[in-house]
């Protein structure tokens, strides 16, 4: 059996798996998507949202780009957000970045990758305006580590910067954005307490003028 024959094995088996639990279960999932959460999260085979959450299929709505990036010209990530937010009514955007991410990792040095270098350059950004707290620390995968935490956390700030989110508070839709790191070393996911709720936790500066 190659590699190929074995994904269709595998799906099988998940079929066999489900149907175990409940015959109907494709009959129904075929019906609707009804996912409590979005999951923002870095394309690294790795981090896979429902195995990492526990969440079956049809629980989490899912976008995964390098780097778990919220960039405010990529109409990809963008339209998945507003159909999460306006059309699905998802209650939670969870921003999930990982320490060990090879997109962070690359960003902070200067070699060249040629058309990735474009996307990099975000985080590079990232770096900069948080350089003075990151250039204190010494050893260089402590530095690391944080600056993947940080990145997350510029990330749910995207997310709540965007009008889609705001709309959303101002309309009085139920909507929270957090941001969470996973440790590919031990496969615990950490809540980096960066919650936001409501439009009054973001800076005035970005605050749309909804009616």
Same mark, same amino acid.
């Given at each position: 059996m190659n590699e190929i024959e074995k994904l269709f094995e595998n799906n099988k088996k998940f079929v066999d798996h489900w149907l175990s639990i409940d015959e109907n279960y494709f009959i129904n999932l075929a019906k609707q998507q009804d996912p409590k959460f979005l999951w923002i999260g870095c394309a690294d085979s790795r981090v896979p949202a429902n195995e990492i959450t526990g969440l079956a299929p049809g629980e989490v709505f899912v976008h995964r780009n390098i780097a778990n990036m919220v960039v405010h010209t990529d109409i990809n990530c963008l339209s998945v957000i507003q159909y999460a937010v306006k059309v699905l009514k998802v209650e939670h955007i969870l921003v999930v970045g990982h320490y060990g991410?090879?997109?962070?990792?690359?960003?902070?040095? *200067?070699? !060249?990758?040629? %058309? &990735? +270098?474009?996307? %990099?350059? *975000?985080?590079?950004? @990232?770096?900069?305006?948080?350089? +003075?707290? %990151?250039? @204190? &620390?010494? +050893? =260089? =995968?402590?530095?690391?580590? %944080?600056?993947?935490?940080? !990145?997350?956390k510029e990330q749910v700030l995207n997310v709540c910067n965007t009008s889609i989110v705001q709309k959303a508070w101002e309309s009085g839709q139920k909507l929270s954005v957090h941001g969470w790191v996973f440790d590919v070393a031990d496969g615990i996911l950490h809540d980096l307490d960066v919650t936001v709720s409501d439009i009054s936790q973001i800076s005035t500066l970005y605050q749309y003028k909804i009616k």
């Open positions: 991410c090879g997109g962070v990792k690359a960003a902070m040095g *200067n070699s !060249n990758f040629g %058309l &990735i +270098d474009n996307w %990099l350059r *975000n985080i590079k950004d @990232v770096y900069r305006m948080h350089e +003075d707290q %990151l250039n @204190v &620390i010494t +050893d =260089e =995968e402590e530095r690391f580590r %944080l600056l993947c935490e940080i !990145n997350i």
